[in-house]
């Protein structure tokens, strides 16, 4: 399989995940504890790769699994970098408002291309730098509003507090992505023992956050396990395949692509999301839509193509350079 349909594949399904959220809500509220869905979907992508493991294991030779516990140890973290992530979110909405905290969201764009160097060692190139902050200029544009709209003078209103958080929530969710294909690359165990390993963690963690929400609300609807399954429709089983789904293909990115590729899958789906709109929710278009697009996929054709490509150099050489070489070598040969 290669890494670019799992990443086209990707951003098809991230970009249906806001639109099946919007589908799923009942006069615009949700019938149904929208904290359960990402424990459905944890305990989804636990169960799937069980499976792919059990079959795996019933093949020769049997798939390599590490189970010394100074390994296993290690695949909690990133389920804690992505607790505190998600508690920096609601401390940032309280600063800032949704647009300004959606562009700041852009800088996960960057602030991965800097920790994809530091910690994993990967050098880019000048080129596929300027790509990587043309792709977060690209998607800044496209949220940008206009400004004859209200929210236009709030971008840069905000306390400095919430442009502090916001850099804070890019720097971890490129964290927790990092750290997450340093673990899928740490050693060569079978994909899905790994998700194994990550996918429990995560189911323990959300379960903690529904038993924390039943204490906090004094269990006034009952416990969680009683209701999970309260209001939930087609479409929320929907949005809940979905959401386990992309994890999957993201952990398979991990293993066999890294995080840009990730990062490109996640914005271009965030650009398809917004042209969907526009016949599904009668969204209006936008110049900034328009530009950040062709800014993006700029973007994405420099980030990828070969150098041959991007250089518009002559393939022949001309005769008065071929003496000039002939030349060279002649006096290379006597010396």
């Given at each position: ?53 059990w ?70 190139s ?19 509003r ?60 959300n ?5 924390a ?74 110049l ?34 071929e ?13």
């Amino acid at each position: 399989m290669q890494w670019y349909f799992v990443a086209s594949l990707l951003t098809v399904l991230t970009s249906s995940q806001g639109i099946l959220t919007t589908l799923s809500q009942s006069n615009g509220e949700y019938k149904y504890d929208y904290a359960t869905v990402p424990f459905l979907a944890e305990v989804f992508k636990l169960a799937v790769s069980s499976l792919l493991l059990w079959r795996e294991c019933k093949k020769s030779p049997l798939p390599k699994m590490t189970t010394e516990w100074k390994t296993v140890s290690l695949f909690p973290i990133p389920s804690v970098i992505y607790l505190i992530h998600n508690n920096v979110q609601f401390a940032t909405l309280t600063y800032v408002d949704t647009s300004t905290y959606q562009i700041m969201g852009n800088l996960k764009i960057v602030t991965t291309g800097i920790l994809f160097r530091l910690f994993l060692g990967r050098r880019l190139s000048n080129l596929q730098w300027m790509a990587i902050v043309l792709l977060a200029v690209g998607t800044t544009t496209s949220q940008v509003r206009g400004c004859g709209e209200a929210s236009c003078d709030s971008l840069f209103s905000a306390p400095i507090q919430g442009y502090m958080l916001g850099v804070l929530s890019a720097c971890l969710s490129a964290l927790a992505g990092i750290y997450t294909e340093f673990l899928m690359k740490k050693n060569n165990d079978s994909l899905y023992w790994q998700n194994i390993q990550l996918y429990t963690f995560g189911t323990l963690f959300n379960m903690a956050r529904l038993l924390a929400d039943d204490f906090r609300g004094g269990f006034e609807n009952g416990p969680w396990w009683q209701r999970i399954f309260n209001g939930y429709t087609i479409t929320t089983w929907m949005v809940v395949l979905n959401l386990g789904s992309t994890g999957l293909l993201v952990s398979w990115l991990m293993k066999h692509a890294d995080n840009i590729v990730k990062v490109y899958s996640t914005s271009m789906a965030m650009l398809l999301t917004m042209i969907l709109s526009l016949f599904l929710f009668n969204f209006k278009p936008t110049l900034q839509l328009f530009l950040g697009i062709i800014i993006c996929m700029m973007s994405l054709h420099m980030y990828f193509a070969p150098p041959n490509m991007l250089l518009d150099m002559p393939l022949t050489v001309k005769p008065d350079e071929e003496k000039l070489i002939e030349v060279s070598v002649d006096r290379r040969t006597l010396s």
